[in-house]
């Protein structure tokens, strides 16, 4: 099997993240998922594994704790979701993403054994095993797992978290838990397991039980245990004074943009510190921090006009997203929305979080998803809102094009709603920009 007929092999499994799921499933199960790792020898128990899952932030958090365990001089797998441009993405090594070839040999592997043992795996599960496949083949020391989705039921869930890292708890995919933020703190708490630490970036005191309800071996909580003392808006970042249970870590640049990311990364260094038992030393944690990068997440891509993109897909990291813009960049001239979305988002709620009514004008687009939500009822709802400048246009790129016209040099272009949406910005902007 070679990477074209990998990639033919899995369009061949359901994949929930591109198509609508329907209801529900009425007996959520990790049993598919454990036989298939039962049939590999169980690779997901090979190495210790640093679980994490949250509403928003796990992303940044995931690489974070990636960059900090690199720089320890650990061989590090990291397992991610979703991906930019090539599904390769997902798995890495020290931060490279998987070849070709040894994806390809991956999933070949997987086939055989869905012949063997009769087990029909998801798309999702399939690279999932895929992963923790790989990472016990290369010897991996340790594995970063970001969850896909949720946490009790996702396919990640196999593995035994050495660390469980919950970053925040907001409402998202109700589809398939909710309707409160309790009812979602729950399933993302399935990720602790018996003689975990928990590392919880939630706040609110009413959620702390749900956590501490799966009795993790100790628990480093937000405001409790660790802290941002100081976060200052930096060139290219942000500058960061941090405490944590082991240690106080002073003038931290980080390069990455937003308030935002002094929580994820405060978070990560609890993680890792939590995993070691030990505090660090505070060049490896400069070391770490410096090299942080997170395509798609607040990512600049030119200038003159400011052009930025941005995957946020709730209407929590839609509020971020607006928070960023205005207070780290604030552009001297007027602003110009491409916005796109999936049918499951209120399109009012979103485009009031990234607040389009301050926007000079708002250009829909249609995201390339099965899911997507048509650009012409995007435009209505922005109207509905009292929008005047609004356009639709079915193609990512189309639209892109039409903000760029109508943007001076003073100007700022941000690209947001939806991750399926940056992605098609950024293979189109990186070839239109200078």
Known sequence: ???????????????????????????????????????????????????????????????????????????????????????????????????????????????????????????????????????????????????????????????????????????????????????????????????????????????????AAQRPSAIAWAGEHFEVLNNQLALGGRLLDLRTPQALYRELYLPLHGAHQGDNAVVALCAVEAFFDAPLALDVVQEAFAAARMPGRFEVLGHQPLVIVDGAHNPAGADVCASVLAEDFDPAGEKHLVVGMLRSRDPVEMLEALRAEEFASVVCCTPPSPRALPAADLADAARRLGLESVEARDDVAAACDVALRRAGPDDAVLVAGSLYVVAAARQHLRVVLP
């Open 1 to 211: 099997m070679d990477y074209t007929a990998a990639l033919a092999y899995l369009d061949e499994h359901i994949n929930l993240e591109r198509m609508l799921a329907g209801t529900r499933p009425e007996v959520p199960s990790l049993d598919r998922m454990r036989r298939l790792c039962s049939a590999m020898g169980d690779p997901q128990h090979a190495q210790p594994v640093v679980h994490l899952t949250g509403t928003n932030g796990k992303g940044s958090t995931t690489q974070l704790v990636t960059q900090l365990l690199l720089a320890q001089g650990l061989s590090v797998g990291t397992f991610t979701s979703p991906h930019l441009d090539r599904v390769n993405e997902r798995l890495c090594r020290n931060g490279e993403p998987i070849s070709d070839e040894e994806f390809a040999e991956q999933v070949a592997a997987l086939a055989d054994l869905e012949g063997i043992t009769g087990v029909r795996p998801s798309w999702f599960e399939l690279l999932a095993a895929a992963a923790f496949r790989w990472f016990a083949d290369v010897a991996v020391d340790v594995a970063v797992v970001e969850v896909g989705m949720l946490g009790r039921w996702d396919a990640t869930n196999v593995a035994d978290g050495t660390v469980a890292v919950v970053t925040n708890i907001a409402l998202d995919h109700t589809e398939y838990a909710g309707p409160t933020r309790a009812h979602i703190a729950a399933e993302k708490a399935g990720i602790i397991k018996p003689g975990s630490t928990l590392v919880l970036g939630e706040r609110d005191p009413d959620l702390f039980e749900v956590f």
